[in-house]
């Protein structure tokens, strides 16, 4: 069973901070995705990074596939970033079915 | 981006009574899925479909059906609603070739009686 750990399970930072946040996978990838959500929200995409590293804004996803972990930064966080990150692993070749982790939580105080 | 629209966006449901739950896509993605969201549990995969007239089983199928009619449009059925079956349901969608990005819908929020 395909499995996605995410660390921490919580965060708190204080506005300008940076974040750090981890995906760990149980096999080997080739389709990573990071996403956001407000609670009770809609999933928005933020990075697909199936390997290397990828920035969009301040956000930079890295990921290590023979290590199979990727990363999110997040650089002066804001507290509109406030909410639940989730990252989401998945096969080409398998209908790219998504598994996800359980989310971080992170919440930027002013 | 994609455009996934779910509908309804809130349903109120008893117990024994039928739900369908409906996803369009405006962008021609092949594939298409349905999630659930709990507390504890996460995103979990209730069925897919790789294109019209096709439905898979995801990881958690039982107690619910898929529909796949046309490119744009998948649904989820709850024959038999049940209390168990409370939660947020998403739609998304991707292509089928790279970048398997997958899109989301806002979310169904079902509450069974």
């Known amino acids: 069973e395909q499995q996605v750990q995410q660390s921490p399970a919580s965060l708190v930072l204080q506005e300008g901070e940076n974040a750090e946040l981890q995906c760990s996978f149980s096999i080997f990838t080739n389709q990573v995705q990071w996403f956001y959500q407000r609670p009770g929200g809609r999933l928005v995409s933020l990075l697909y990074?199936?390997?290397g590293t990828k920035q969009s804004g301040r956000l930079t996803s890295t990921t290590v596939i023979k290590e199979r972990r990727s990363s999110l930064h997040i650089s002066s966080s804001q507290i509109t970033d406030s909410g639940t990150y989730l990252c989401?692993?998945?096969?080409?070749?398998?209908?790219?079915?998504?598994?996800f982790g359980a989310g971080t939580r992170l919440a930027v105080c002013p | 981006e994609a455009a996934v629209t779910q509908s309804p966006r809130n349903k109120v449901a008893v117990t024994g009574g039928k739900v369908t739950l409906s996803c369009n896509q405006t962008?021609?993605?092949?594939?298409m899925y349905w999630y659930r969201q709990d507390t504890g549990h996460g995103l979990r995969l209730i069925h897919y479909?790789?294109?019209?007239?096709?439905?898979e089983k995801g990881d958690i199928p039982d107690g619910y059906k898929a529909s796949r009619p046309s490119q744009e449009n998948f649904s989820l059925i709850l024959e038999l609603a049940t209390p168990s079956q409370t939660s947020v349901y998403f739609c998304?969608?991707?292509?089928?070739?790279?970048?398997?990005?997958?899109?989301f819908g806002p979310g169904t929020r079902l509450t069974v009686l």
């Open positions: 998304a969608s991707g292509d089928s070739g790279a970048p398997y990005e997958q899109y």
């Open positions: 989401a692993m998945g096969l080409s070749g398998s209908f790219n079915k998504l598994t």
């Open positions: 479909s790789y294109g019209a007239g096709s439905t």
């Open positions: 990074n199936p390997s």
């Open positions: 962008n021609n993605h092949n594939n």
